[in-house]
């Protein structure tokens, strides 16, 4: 069985929330259920993450529950080729020149405006 200290120093991703409702911030780790805590700003939200992820992970330890490991975001290079109609790719790069940016730039834009749209209508 693993101890604590090969968990602790993994790179779990932590999500950082502002409380709308009760101010402050919420901070979760996905990879590890139930693992959240709050702060008033940002720098002690993340304090407090790092304490609650190292209480979580000693619980689970404790308690004999799997605990997940980080994905390893060196899977992901960043690029990847895509095969577009001409119209299409036209259209891409008229709009990119409009707004005076590569088109690499617009189409990240348009790809993360999507996103974004996407997870607002989820919540």
């Not at 090969?6 to 139930?34: A, H, Q, R, T």
């Not at 720098?43 to 994905?71: F, G, H, M, V, Y």
């Amino acid at each position: 069985m693993k101890k604590i200290e090969d968990y602790v120093d993994l790179p779990y991703k932590m999500e950082i929330v502002k409380d709308l409702d009760e101010g402050g911030y919420v901070v979760s780790f996905p990879d590890l259920p139930g693992c959240l805590t709050v702060g008033e700003t940002i720098e002690e939200a993340i304090k407090n993450a790092e304490d609650a992820k190292r209480t979580w992970l000693e619980a689970a330890i404790e308690e004999q529950i799997e605990i997940s490991i980080p994905e390893n975001k060196e899977k992901y290079s960043g690029q990847f080729k895509l095969r577009i109609p001409k119209s299409l790719h036209r259209i891409l790069a008229e709009q990119s020149k409009r707004e005076g940016i590569s088109m690499n730039q617009y189409c990240v834009y348009l790809l993360s405006r999507n996103i974004a749209l996407s997870t607002n209508k989820l919540n």
